[in-house]
C-alpha cells in the first residue's frame, strides 16, 4: 500500500547511482537495493567488468526499468539491444534513458521466445516489479504482449559482436534460448547471464537441467 501510494502521490524521485541518473520509488524492494548501494545483479556485474569493451554489443532480455541496460552504454560504451514487455517498466526505462542522455540503446518492447505469437505478461505488485511473468491463458489482468525472436530483430552483423547476453524472464528462459538456436554459431564469443526461477521454469514445462 505505501508502495503505490507513494508511486501514485509523488511518483518517483531522481537518485544518483554511480554515475547514473535513475527514477526510483525508496519504498519498493528492488528500487531500495539500488538506493542502498546493493548490487542486485553481482555476476552480471562481474561479467561486464571483465569482459565488455567499446563498442561490443550488450543484450539485455528482461531489461525492466533498463540499469543494466544503460550501465553497460554509459560505463562500457556499448552498443545494446534491450527487450521490455511491460508498459509499466518500460514507461520508467525511457524515462531512464533521457535522463542519462543514452545514444546505443535500441529498446524492444517486446518478450523474447522461440516463435512469434501474442502471450499475456502478469504482472507483480509495484512493491517488487522485477517478477513479471508470462502466461499462455489469461486469468486475471494480465497484459497481452507480443512476443518476437531475436533474430527477426538484431542483425547477424551485431549478433557477431554481442559479448554478454543477460536473461532475466521468470521461467520462460527455455522459450528464450530456443529461440536462439539458429544462431547460435554467431555467439560464440558471448557470454550468457541467465537468472533461473525454477518455479517459473516448472509452469512452463521446463527444467534447469534442461537449460544445461
Do not use: W
Not at 535513475?22 to 542502498?36: C, G, K, M, S, W
Not at 514487455?85 to 542519462?100: G, K, T, V, W
Not at 554478454?164 to 547460435?184: A, H, N, Q, S, T
Amino acid at each position: 500500500f505505501l508502495t503505490r501510494f507513494v508511486g501514485k502521490r509523488y511518483r518517483y524521485a531522481e537518485y544518483c547511482i554511480g554515475n547514473l541518473k535513475i527514477e526510483l520509488n525508496p519504498v519498493a524492494l528492488l528500487d531500495r537495493y539500488l538506493i542502498e548501494g546493493t548490487d542486485i545483479n553481482p555476476i552480471l556485474s562481474k561479467e561486464m567488468e571483465g569482459h565488455l569493451r567499446p563498442n561490443d554489443v550488450f543484450i539485455d532480455i528482461g531489461a525492466n526499468i533498463g540499469f543494466f541496460s544503460i550501465l553497460a552504454e554509459k560505463r562500457y560504451h556499448a552498443e545494446v539491444f534491450s527487450f521490455e514487455p511491460s508498459a509499466r517498466e518500460l514507461a520508467r526505462f525511457y524515462r531512464n534513458a533521457a535522463l542519462n542522455h543514452c545514444q546505443k540503446i535500441t529498446c524492444f518492447p517486446y518478450a523474447v521466445g522461440s516463435s512469434e505469437e501474442t502471450l499475456y505478461l502478469s504482472l507483480t505488485g509495484e512493491d517488487n516489479p522485477s517478477m513479471n511473468h508470462i502466461v499462455r491463458v489469461k486469468s486475471n489482468n494480465e497484459e497481452e504482449v507480443n512476443v518476437r525472436t531475436i533474430p527477426s530483430l538484431i542483425p547477424p552483423a551485431r549478433l557477431e559482436k554481442a559479448a554478454i547476453c543477460k536473461i532475466d524472464v521468470e521461467g520462460f528462459e527455455m522459450e528464450v534460448l530456443e529461440g536462439l538456436r539458429e544462431i547460435m554459431c554467431s555467439l560464440e564469443k558471448c557470454r550468457f547471464v541467465v537468472e533461473v526461477s525454477p518455479e517459473y521454469l516448472k509452469k512452463n514445462g521446463a527444467s534447469v537441467s534442461q537449460m544445461y
